[in-house]
């Protein structure tokens, strides 16, 4: 099967531009304190071709605001290559170079770097000569990786929460992110669409298996009562979400299947009965199958009974 492809732009763009301002006070504080954050407007995305690699590239996110009364823009790229790019500043400078040719104002160039292994990325572009230093160009940089993730599970910031998965941590230390990104959004209380975008973010860069995920729900169970169970709270929440989802791809699966049916016998009634023991099959199915999984990560039976609705007895059978 195919590895599916991630949008990591749409994640990004969707993440900072939900929230701008907790990124700005987390990465840059001293920018944050000359940008008023009060007019803030993204525009939409500018595409800029480089007529001599032949290549295509977008900046990421371009917000319109003001900066100390005058209006200015702000640029922000995140760069997911892998390998290291030795024109990566000189692309800056053309993102730059062709937004201030059309807009005539202040503009703040912010590069992010998103990609799993560390880099010492340059963040200046300078052309001179010995006697003349004709472009000094600067932008600041993010580099995630290079992000002690520890130093920042007691920000209660909604980008740092989700930020934590792609930061400096090694495969020994995933369960104990997973926890204290779930205790971060615990404590951050945040509507239900922006929590669901934080551990959709989080979730499609760091992912346990179904071992560490009863790591995970043991160590929860440790924690302090009243944290524990609004944690447990949070990923059974979650978790019922997929069960949901699962049962509703089991349902057009077996609608599918019982059309299908149904055309070979060639009868209205039968097509009529052939999807509708295929729907019955596909939710039977979808629960079952979610069942199992839950067995696999330690659920106790009443728990897998009350959120399935399969019968006891038939779940201490997935259990043989």
Partial sequence: MAKQRIDHDRLFKELLSTFFEDFLLLFFPDVYE???????????EELFTDVTAGEKHRVDLLVETKVKGEDGLVIVHVEHQSYKQRTFPE???????????????????????????????????????????????????????????REYIRRDNPVAAALLSKMGYNESEKVEVKKEFLRMLVRLELDEAKQRLLFGFFETYLRLSEAEEIQLRN??????????????????????????????????????????????????QGMKQGIEQGRQKGIEEGKIDIAKKMLAKGYDVDTIHELTGLPAEKIEQLKK
């Fill in 34 to 44: 000359h940008i008023d954050v009060h007019h803030l407007s993204f525009l939409s």
């Fill in 219 to 268: 160590e929860v169970s440790q924690m302090e009562t009243k944290e524990a169970k609004q944690v447990m709270e949070l990923i059974i929440s979650y978790e019922q979400r997929g069960i949901e989802k699962g049962i509703q791809q089991g349902v057009k699966q077996g609608i599918e299947q019982g059309l299908k049916q149904g055309i070979k016998q060639g009868m209205k």
């Fill in 91 to 149: 692309r800056m400078f053309l993102y730059f170079s062709r937004l201030f040719q059309k807009h005539r104002r202040r503009i703040l160039p912010i590069a992010i770097f998103s990609y799993d292994e560390r880099h010492d990325e340059p963040s200046s572009l300078m052309i001179q000569f010995p006697f003349l230093t004709v472009l000094d160009f600067r932008f600041l940089t993010v580099e995630l990786r290079k992000l002690p993730w």
